[in-house]
């Protein structure tokens, strides 16, 4: 079964996003993109695209999130406040190989005024072939991470 994918952006990052999701769209990995904005030329603050996309992957609505903005940075921090939801920016390909099996990252954010888009593109290319094995020696990690939640699950 394919992955439903959540992509969001700043008008910082609009420009790749709408790139990416073409990518995603044409990937026979994928089912289902859902875009949460900013649409080109729409300005809403990186905070609440990212806790929308962040929300719909906490609720099961979507399997992950790919979120860009200026740095990936502000995308990041603002995705980690909604409960049970694990995300980073990544730059490289190491980075994000384990930011899926090390870490069972739902969501992965680039920064647009930092990467070339062809690396975000081969990155995000790269990510969707991860999935994390929680019998892995990373389970254990992962769910230290989960018991911190407010509510573990
Ligand atoms: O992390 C924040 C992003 O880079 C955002 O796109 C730009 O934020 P700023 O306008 O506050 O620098």
Redesign the pocket.
Known sequence: MGLTIVVGA????VNYKEILKADLEADARVAEVIDVGVRPGEDI??PHVAVEAARKVAAGEADRALLV???????A?SANKVPGIRASVAHDSFSVERLVLSNDAQILTL???VIGLQLARRLVREWLGYTFDPESPSGPKVAAIRSYEPDPH
Do not use: K, N, Q
Request: with cysteine.
């Open positions: 700043d008008i910082a990052g603050d990186y903005c200026g740095t990936g940075m502000g995308m921090i920064g647009e005024r």
